[in-house]
């Protein structure tokens, strides 16, 4: 069980805490310069060597895990070949277990135009640090390393070990990665030898994030006959069978999934019900011959309660349904990611520890609250079976994959505050 920390010793953790906050801010400036934009996975080597390179100096026991080209073409298949490094840090206590795991993704997405500084600039203005990334969430890298500096700046010695990760491709998704998901199947990420799993994402510097909710991501294509455009009753015309798919998909299930509300609250709140999005669409080839082919992609969020399998089966009926009513209507149905919500009990050490620490800093109960998409937690919880998993970590989920992406720096310090706090008292700490 977590131990309970003094009152003096909750002092001079949050004080080291606004002591180290200057060289967060400029560990994260320099992390925010090495532009890791995900899809296709860029410079992500240099990456882990940067985060690798301040663990070491501050006493940790670096791993790096590059993956060979095999592996990355198995597990980043759409990441056009770019080399793929994780890297992961140990900092041993006298006594193992616990063992506290913090884990980061170092991936950002693009950068879209209509930036009113450089992306990749890192600059500081009324007391936000700019770029992308800064809230998704290489703050949160930057957090999960300074909380412990807090620590053990303060004089304390760990008991427990601490292991920090920074990973790759969580924006890529996938069943399986190369980055969480790799940690999980070679077992650096194991029950056996991991008790505690906090990965830093941002949702809000007061809220404990216990799950997430599930996705399906796939494609549907229909598929008619060609004929020339000034004959079409000689042809079948596969976008317009697209056309009667995805209104039927909208007029019959999308008002029922509506009504589909997650049990735990979901920030932002206008993401609570279950949904059904078609989010690309592509057919014909010109405009005076009948489309034989036509495909969507599209993006289904489950709510807790929900299941892959059976979310899947209400898709597969619809396409039925439409053959049964148009005998010429033939279709492919594929996925390319789908993964069930995630979610994890609030009674347990890992959660009582941010519980308690997020009361002492911030001075009020946090949220337990659900993300909307889905996250790395899957890997930990789902994959590894480890159930104290939970994401915390500084920033607005409003402040993600957005133009001028920022993050408080108030937030920062609030969060490794609340970091360190929980760490002492999960590891214990003399
Ligand atoms: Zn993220």
């Known amino acids: 069980m977590p131990e309970d920390l003094s009152i003096e010793q909750e002092t001079a953790i949050q004080r080291s805490a606004e002591a180290v906050l200057d060289e967060a801010i400029a560990f994260l400036q320099g992390m925010i310069r090495i532009p890791t934009i995900n899809p ?71 950068v879209g135009p209509g930036w009113s500084t450089d992306p990749f600039g890192g600059a500081v203005r009324n007391g936000r640090i700019f770029g992308r990334g800064a809230s998704d969430m290489k703050g949160g890298l930057a957090a999960q390393i300074y909380a412990i ?44 030898k991991t008790n505690y799993v906090v990965i830093t ?6 809220n404990i994030c216990l799950g997430h909710r599930g996705a ?45 509300v997650n049990s735990v609250p979901v920030v932002p709140s206008s993401a609570s019900t ?24 599209f993006d289904r969020r489950l709510v807790m309660g929900e299941q892959i399998t059976e979310a899947r089966r209400e898709i597969l009926d619809l396409l039925e349904r439409r053959v049964t009513a148009q005998p010429d209507f033939r279709y492919e149905y594929a996925e390319r ?16 520890a941010f519980t308690a620490a997020i009361h002492t800093v911030v001075g009020h ?16 919880v789902q994959n590894a079976g480890i159930e104290q998993c939970i994401v915390y970590g500084p920033g607005e989920i409003i402040q993600t994959h957005v133009i001028d992406e920022s993050l408080s720096i108030a937030d920062l310090l609030t969060s490794i505050k609340v970091m360190a706090l929980a760490a002492a008292s999960l590891l214990g700490i003399d």
Request: proline residues 8%; contains cysteine.
């Open 201 to 206: 994402e941002p949702l809000n510097s007061d």
């Open 274 to 297: 279950a949904s059904l999005a078609f989010n690309t669409i592509q057919g014909g080839t010109n405009i005076n011959s009948v489309p034989e082919r036509c495909t969507v992609s």
């Open 365 to 380: 109960a946090p949220g337990y609250v659900c993300s909307p998409g889905t996250d790395d937690q899957r890997f930990v």
């Open 40 to 110: 296709p996975g860029d410079a992500y080597p240099a990456c882990a060597q940067y985060i690798g390179e301040r663990l070491q100096n501050l006493g940790y026991a670096v791993e790096y895990l590059p993956l060979t080209s095999a592996e990355v073409a198995e597990l980043a298949p759409y990441g056009e070949s770019l080399p793929r490094t994780n890297v992961i840090g140990r900092l041993p206590g006298a006594q193992t277990p616990p063992v506290l795991h913090f884990n980061g993704h170092m991936d950002v997405v693009p």
């Open 149 to 192: 500096e807090a620590i053990r700046r303060a004089g304390f010695h760990l008991h427990g070990t601490v292991e920090q990760s920074g990973v790759v491709d969580e924006e890529s998704t996938g069943n399986r990665n190369a980055g969480m998901g790799f940690l999980v199947e070679r077992g650096y990420i194991h029950p056996d």
């Open 216 to 260: 399906i991501w796939g494609e549907i294509t229909t598929f008619g006959r060609q004929s020339h455009g000034s004959t079409p009753e000689r042809g079948v015309n596969a976008i317009e069978h697209m056309a009667d798919f995805i209104a039927e998909a909208t007029h019959t299930l999308l008002p029922s999934l509506r009504q589909r």
């Open 337 to 352: 990611y789908a993964a069930n919500p995630t979610w994890v009990r609030a009674d347990t050490p890992l959660v009582q």
